[in-house]
Each structure stands twice: as C-alpha cells, then as structure tokens.
T-cell receptor, first 112, second 109 residues
Framework: DAGVIQSPRHEVTEMGQEVTLRCKPI?????LFWYRQTMMRGLELLIY????????DSGMPEDRFSAKMPNASFSTLKIQPSEPRDSAVYFC??????????FGPGTRLTVL | QKEVEQNSGPLSVPEGAIASLNCTYS??????FFWYRQYSGKSPELIMF????GDKEDGRFTAQLNKASQYVSLLIRDSQPSDSATYLC?????????FGSGTQLTVLP
C-alpha cells in the first residue's frame, strides 16, 4: 500500500506569493493532520480533520494559512501571502484510529 | 513548563550498548504514548506505542510507562549505527498528539 503522499517535495517561492501544499492520505484513514517542523519550534500541529471535517485549527498561525479537505483522499494547505518566517518542513499525517499517525515525506518550503 | 519534555542530547552510545531515552509529560490525563524515529531529512516514523503502565517489548526496543511519575522511556538494546536518529516522544492528552522536541541519538561504531 502506498503511504501518505505529499507534493511538492520542495518549494521555493518569493515573499508575497501564494503557496499550496497537497496531501493524499492512506486509503481508509479517516483522520488527517498537518504539521510544521522547524529547528526552533520543533513539530507543531497546525490543523486536523476527521472524516473531512476540520476539528481543531487552533495551531494555524494566522489568517494567511488555510486548509481544506474536499474529500477523503485529498487535502490542501495554502499560505497566502507567504513570508520568510513560513520557511519550514510541512508534514501531512493520516490515521485510522486518531492515535497512531503515519507521516508523509514532507514538503520543504523556502520563502525568499 | 512544556507539555512534553525530552533531553535534547545529543546522546552518544557505543555500538552494542543500551540506549536509554526519556520523556516526561505534564497532563495526568494522558492515555496514549508514542515513540517516533526521525532520520535527518526524513519524516517521523512510528516505532513504538504504549497505553498501559509497565513495559512493552518489540524486538530490540522496549517502551516503559509509569503514569504515576508521568514518565515514559524507550530502551534500545544492542544499539546499531543505523539507530542514529532523533527520537520524538509523543503524548495524547486529549484529541491530538503533542510532541517533545526530540533526543538526538548517535551510535558510535
């Protein structure tokens, strides 16, 4: 079975541009999580969905960030406008039980 | 106080030794505990989970949980250079995982 799929794997953009990160969870998993990882702050939960519904978005840093899950096999995380401090690795994870989470390979975002 | 605390290390052990990684958590209501391994430049990989007090063994890995002391640990027996990675402790106090900052382990050949 394929694991969690994320695209793109690397993204370099300029400040002010819109960035869209994509995630395909493991088939059959009903929970999906977006994380951000930096050296300074470690691994932070941004938002999670259960059955395509956003349950907790308290980790989303500000209104520039938005996430959607239009169906069980696809989610996006959008940053508009992007800023240099958004540079990080963004992980998507999925889970069947909500406990044991399986991570995708991540998207390394660099905002110049 | 951080919700999940780990010694950031780095922790170095010789090949074949036992590596001991520790984690404390603040929420007494936490019920589920996880250890993830993260190689440099890679994503976290779930290696162990434990829900009940005591020990849980899986191959060379043993997770230990003491809810009274709010303490969870991971022992790696017969450490190998391939075990060199950052180990993240994660706790489920409610509806979402809270991660520690990780302990960097280096196994010296």
């Amino acid at each position: 079975d394929a694991g969690v799929i994320q695209s793109p794997r690397h993204e370099v953009t300029e400040m002010g541009q819109e960035v869209t990160l994509r995630c395909k969870p493991i088939s059959g998993h009903n929970s999906l999580f977006w994380y951000r990882q930096t050296m300074m702050r470690g691994l932070e939960l941004l938002i999670y969905f259960n059955n395509n519904v956003p349950i907790d978005d308290s980790g989303m840093p500000e209104d520039r960030f938005s996430a959607k899950m239009p169906n069980a096999s696809f989610s996006t995380l959008k940053i508009q406008p992007s800023e240099p401090r958004d540079s990080a690795v963004y992980f998507c994870a999925s889970s069947l039980t909500g406990n044991e989470q399986f991570f995708g390979p991540g998207t390394r975002l660099t905002v110049l | 106080q951080k919700e999940v605390e780990q010694n950031s290390g780095p922790l170095s052990v010789p090949e074949g030794a036992i590596a001991s990684l520790n984690c404390t958590y603040s929420d007494r209501g936490s019920q589920s505990f996880f250890w993830y391994r993260q190689y440099s430049g890679k994503s976290p990989e779930l290696i162990m989970f434990i829900y009940s007090n005591g020990d849980k063994e899986d191959g060379r890995f043993t997770a230990q949980l003491n809810k009274a002391s709010q303490y969870v640990s991971l022992l790696i027996r017969d450490s190998q250079p391939s075990d060199s990675a950052t180990y993240l402790c994660a706790v489920l106090p409610g509806r979402q995982l809270t991660f520690g900052s990780g302990t960097q382990l280096t196994v010296l050949p």
